[in-house]
């Protein structure tokens, strides 16, 4: 019976794989010494982190609204189905998605008012002390 040291007949066969690394290349980390004999400089630098600019924030921002936008066509053409609409002394009659997304831009106005209020409170405690 083999052991785990010695080598099993189907071991024996099975031809050795090539070398991962060509010769001459660096190993263990280290570069290898040139034709002079000198070992060269290791760059730890390989690859510069590229800074995040505004631009590129708002190319962002672009595709990201872009993308929005074409959701909400597609949502607004199949919910084309004709609503009435009543409101104090108005009646009218607009599309289903159409009246979805004048409510969501109407109550979207509401909080930026609500939150404009609440910056200029807090800009004319902060100018008072």
């Given at each position: ?15 050795k ?23 060269p ?43 009435e ?38 800009r004319?405690?902060?100018?008072r002390?």
């Amino acid at each position: 019976m083999a052991t785990s040291d010695e080598p099993t007949p189907e071991t024996r066969a099975l031809p050795k794989e090539p070398p991962t690394t060509p010769p001459g290349a660096p190993t263990g980390g280290k570069p290898a010494p040139d034709a002079t004999g000198r070992t060269p400089a290791v760059d730890t630098h390989r690859r510069k982190e590229v800074e995040k600019s505004r631009v590129g924030n708002a190319w962002v921002a672009l595709i990201v609204a872009a993308l929005l936008g074409i959701v909400l066509l597609i949502f607004i053409l199949q919910n084309s189905e004709s609503t009435e609409v009543e409101m104090l002394f108005w009646n009218f009659s607009l599309p289903l998605g159409v009246t979805i997304l004048l409510s969501v831009i109407a109550g979207a106005l509401v909080m930026a008012l609500v939150g404009g209020v609440r910056i200029v409170q807090l800009r004319r405690a902060v100018h008072r002390d």
